[in-house]
């Protein structure tokens, strides 16, 4: 729902400059647009080049914004449409029920499997709801999710599982290929 808005006679070409020339004035704008549970003290800190800071002790939410700030007005709209090639249904799910989905996850992984932030969580399934559910369930609380695709075999999956420690793997029961003709 986050957008960089273009005003109207400005061209993507001089918004790109204005990105430019005063990235602190652009950034500032575009940053007023998203809830913040903390605003930054400094939006651009580049006392160390490599690794300039953003945003300086601000504190934001991706779900928040993405999620729970829009149910007032959204609630009852389609948030995902899922075609599944497997079964050839197409599924809605609004964002009333994918937040849901997400507060239950963000609940379990961090009640039941202590996942906090910081803590890597591995993904590994087809492109699914269930997928976008689990990212925005860790992003909700902190954690980094690292999204394997479902198409790998078993020995790349042990490899990515092997370099990143996940402290929790969510999967799906089992995974098919449809074989188009």
């Not at 080049?49 to 934001?60: A, I, N, T």
């Not at 039941?112 to 909700?140: F, N, Q, S, T, W």
């Not at 999956?157 to 929790?168: A, C, D, E, G, T």
Request: charged share 25%.
């Amino acid at each position: 729902m986050y957008r960089i808005f273009i005003r109207r006679g400005s061209t993507y070409a001089s918004v790109y400059r204005s990105s430019i020339e005063h990235p602190e004035r652009f950034w500032n704008e575009q940053a007023d647009k998203i809830f913040w549970f903390k605003r930054w003290n400094k939006l651009y800190d580049e006392t160390n080049l490599l690794r300039p800071h953003w945003f300086q002790d601000g504190q934001l939410n991706m779900t928040y914004n993405c999620l729970d700030r829009h149910i007032p007005k959204h609630s009852n709209q389609t948030a995902i449409i899922h075609d599944s090639a497997m079964n050839d249904k197409i599924t809605h799910m609004t964002y009333n029920q994918l937040l849901k989905q997400v507060k239950t996850l963000a609940n379990a992984l961090s009640k039941k499997y202590h996942v906090k932030k910081g803590d890597i969580v591995l993904i590994y399934m087809p492109m699914i709801p269930e997928a976008i559910v689990a990212m925005l369930a860790c992003a909700r609380i902190g954690a980094i999710h690292n999204l394997v695709f479902g198409g790998f075999s078993a020995h790349e999956l042990s490899i990515r599982i092997k370099h990143s420690q996940p402290k929790v793997i969510i999967s799906g029961k089992k995974s098919f290929e449809k074989r188009f003709s």
